[in-house]
């Protein structure tokens, strides 16, 4: 079966500080990945996906970049962190057109 | 672009009583799915609704689908302390998986 792991599973980081985020999936191959974002009792925000390896489209102009260094490795990064940047991060995947599976979700507070 | 409303945005029941939670879209969707957050937790996928006019049951939940492919509704009968939490649908079409914002469903014992 599959799963999908994200880590850490909170972090307090300071203004300016980098950030990496990493989601790796298990039990398929080529899937589409996805970051959200979404603000405390809030929507899904799209921040970027990726349908193959090094292929990233961002939906949102940001202080955020997202990699895919392997088939089932998406990064979420910064360089220097902002308040805004404060929020819930979530990974999931999906293949085609179907489902989406979240993982458990990072928790990002910004101080 | 396309656009997927859902309301109402919060809904207070007292245990036992009904709840429905309705969704719209701006375009013709390929599918409409389905997901339940609970609070603290993440997204997980319920249902998928691929069929203009399909309805699909899990348990006291009826999922349908409009005709038309642009609106779909999620009703809970008798609802129970463990249905709190917030309800999300999310609706394919030609701009990808696009997610309503989500009914809070608020459960009085």
């Known amino acids: 079966s599959q799963t999908i792991h994200q880590w850490p599973a909170t972090l307090v980081q300071p203004v300016g500080s980098p950030l990496s985020l990493e989601c790796t999936v298990e039990?398929?191959?080529?899937?589409?990945l996805y970051w959200y974002r979404q603000a405390a009792g809030r929507g899904l925000q799209l921040l970027f996906y990726?349908?193959?390896?090094?292929?990233i489209s961002s939906e949102v102009p940001q202080n955020l970049s997202a990699s895919r260094p392997q088939d089932r490795q998406f990064i979420l990064s910064s360089k220097k962190l902002l308040l805004s940047d404060s929020g819930f991060y979530l990974c999931?995947?999906?293949?085609?057109?179907?489902?989406?599976?979240f993982g458990p979700g990072t928790r990002l507070l910004v101080l | 672009g396309q656009q997927v409303m859902q309301i109402p945005q919060y809904q207070h029941v007292q245990e036992g009583e009904d709840f429905t939670t309705y969704c719209n879209s701006s375009?013709?969707?390929?599918?409409i799915q389905w997901y339940k957050q609970r609070p603290g937790g993440h997204p997980v996928f319920l249902i998928q609704?691929?069929?203009?006019?399909e309805v699909k049951k899990q348990k006291r939940l009826t999922f349908q689908f409009g005709e038309a492919k642009k609106n779909s509704s999620l009703h809970i009968t008798a609802t129970q302390t463990t249905d709190v939490g917030t309800y999300f649908c999310?609706?394919?079409?030609?701009?990808?998986?696009?997610f309503g914002k989500g009914t809070h469903l608020i459960i009085q014992p």
């Open positions: 990726s349908v193959g390896i090094g292929q």
């Open positions: 375009t013709t969707l390929s599918n």
């Open positions: 609704l691929v069929k203009s006019g």
């Open positions: 999310a609706g394919w079409g030609a701009d990808g998986l696009t």
């Open positions: 039990g398929t191959s080529n899937p589409n």
């Open positions: 999931a995947w999906s293949a085609l057109i179907t489902a989406q599976y």
